[in-house]
């Protein structure tokens, strides 16, 4: 469902995760009916939060190598400049 955004057959795959008494998969199949139609629409869209997530993990990245070296203003220059 995940590479093919096939989120219409998520009703059956929670039916059938339910019935298989795993208990891990059970509750996580359960959990999943918490917010239903958000978990249908990231099944579905092709929307995603890559580019995002790559520059949070830059910035992290950056903030990493500095640690105990200077302060905010140094930081603020490193992640504007590269």
């Given at each position: 469902m995940l590479t093919t955004l096939s989120g219409a057959h998520l009703p059956e795959w929670i039916a059938e995760a339910t019935d298989a008494d795993l208990p891990g998969i059970s509750s996580f199949a359960a959990g999943l009916h918490g917010d239903?139609?958000?978990?249908?629409?990231?099944?579905?869209?092709?929307?995603?939060?890559?580019p995002v997530e790559g520059a949070v993990n830059?910035?992290?990245?950056?903030?990493?190598?500095?640690?105990?070296?200077?302060g905010f203003a140094l930081l603020r220059k490193r992640v504007l400049l590269s």
């Open positions: 239903f139609a958000a978990v249908t629409a990231g099944l579905t869209t092709d929307w995603n939060s890559g830059r910035i992290k990245m950056l903030k990493r190598q500095m640690f105990g070296r200077a």
